[in-house]
């Protein structure tokens, strides 16, 4: 049987998607994992945008391997619901974007002064030693001891490096998560159209 065009754009459209998904997912993954230099900082200091992240993009992978076999199977039904889901995970990207933007508006040193007070001594210690810091503005301010950090140690507070640091990840976070919004809206628009000419009947 002849496929329509709405079936190729409902393929292409929610293939895009499945991509998307993945590469958060593989991103999501190699941070929990801690597959890179960095990522120790990430759990511990956004871990709420994380969690967020990880499960958007799982659901955005379930979601268009579903309208993959509703298009396939020229299952109507199933792409109607599938169109539906895509609202609730535009609003999961959207969240992602919202909170990273919100974090880094007005003050964030502010912020991650009041988080470093909230943290335990177990994550301070995961800070300071993947950023090579001790204490927060000093080896004075709430360091967690250890080997390399006490109260006369060389090593410098961790604002400087953890502020830096913060600002790039949740700049290049709410750029990434807003950006995605646009194919997102584009799947959206095409699965309307689409869904209900999956097939020539």
């Known amino acids: 049987r002849r496929w329509t065009r709405s079936k190729w754009l409902l393929l292409c459209t929610y293939g895009m998607m499945f991509c998307i998904g993945l590469t958060m997912l593989l991103g999501c993954l190699l941070t929990w994992f801690r597959g890179y230099l960095r990522a120790e900082v990430i759990t511990v200091g956004f871990k709420r945008i994380l969690i967020i992240a990880t499960i958007a993009s799982i659901l955005t992978i379930l979601n268009s391997l579903v309208a993959f076999y509703g298009a396939l199977k020229n299952n109507r039904r199933v792409l109607t619901v599938c169109a539906v889901i895509l609202w609730p995970l535009l609003a999961l990207t959207a969240s992602i974007g919202y909170l990273a933007y919100k974090e880094s508006l007005w003050n964030l040193r502010s912020k991650l002064g009041t988080q470093w007070r909230g943290l335990t001594n177990d994550q301070r210690l995961l800070l300071q030693n993947n950023l090579h810091c001790c204490g927060f503005r000093s080896p004075l301010d709430r360091p967690a001891p250890s080997n390399k950090c006490f109260l006369r140690s060389l090593l410098p507070g961790c604002l400087g490096k953890y502020y830096r640091f913060s600002a790039t990840v949740l700049k ?26 999956i097939d020539l009947r």
Do not use: D, G
Not at 178 to 197: E, G, M, T, Y
């Open 172 to 197: 290049t976070t709410y750029i990434t998560a807003f950006v995605l919004l646009l194919p997102h809206l584009a799947l959206i628009f095409v699965s309307i159209l689409c869904s209900n000419h």
